[in-house]
């Protein structure tokens, strides 16, 4: 991560997930890192258990994160308990879509807010967070999957408004929405088949390593982005 500070410290929330872990991975093995932290719901390194659907367990693993200059946001979920994506109107129900906000699009949020306190005030910093390119409305050719879109969309709005408040402190700060590719992982793996996402499969490590150079390439200009994998600009 050139564009940080040497001896930054960074934050995965989501690094027991395939690209969280990846992305964790990835920074530790940075010579110009000087901690991970680590936050998953289950205890990683020690750290305190992190759920994104539970807003004190996001305030308590913030507590004492001390200062960091990149966070990186990576959960989320297609399948919430039993519910997996619509493919009609007709399968819609409230418990289902509720769902699909809590874990990916609120919890992001509330991590953003008890989080981004730690960012430097002057200093570089950035904040991604894992969307999916099927949460943009320009470019839903497809339909279906209501939840699980509506959700991500709404994320991207959240990574957008977030973006021009924490601007005014932290006039370095570049925050981005981010879409991974179609990944190895078991949240994607029963979808492949489908060609929903794009022509290529990467491995988690893959995936992370083109997240975070995009990241790292980012202006302060074009915080509150929504970006591929490949550099290129999503459409809202």
Request: charged share 20%; net charge neutral.
């Amino acid at each position: 991560m050139g564009s940080l500070r040497d001896g930054y410290r960074a934050a995965v929330i989501g690094a027991t997930g395939a690209i969280g872990g990846a992305v964790a991975n990835h920074l530790a093995a940075d010579p110009r890192c000087a901690e991970v932290r680590r936050f998953g719901r289950r205890p990683v390194a020690g750290e305190t258990p992190l759920d994104v659907t539970d807003e004190a367990s996001i305030a308590a693993a913030a507590e004492d994160v001390g200062e960091i200059h990149l966070l990186f946001i990576a959960t989320g979920g297609l399948i919430v308990g039993e519910h997996r994506p619509e493919k009609a109107l007709s399968q819609l129900n409230a418990e289902a879509l509720q769902a699909q906000f809590a874990l990916n699009a609120v919890g992001p949020a509330l991590a953003l807010k008890h989080f981004h306190r730690s960012l430097p005030r002057g200093e570089r910093s950035l904040v991604g967070a894992l969307s999916a390119r099927v949460g943009s409305i320009g470019d839903n050719g497809l339909g279906g999957w209501y939840g699980y879109r509506a959700a991500k969309a709404a994320l991207n709005q959240y990574m957008r408004a977030a973006s021009v408040e924490i601007a005014r402190s932290r006039k370095q700060a570049a925050l981005a929405a981010l879409h991974p590719a179609t990944v190895e992982s078991d949240l994607s793996k029963p979808f492949r088949p489908a060609g929903a996402g794009d022509p290529v499969i990467f491995t988690p490590a893959q995936s992370a390593e083109a997240l975070l150079h995009v990241l790292d390439g980012l202006s302060s200009e074009q915080s509150g982005g929504f970006w591929a994998y490949d550099g290129s600009a999503i459409p809202w």
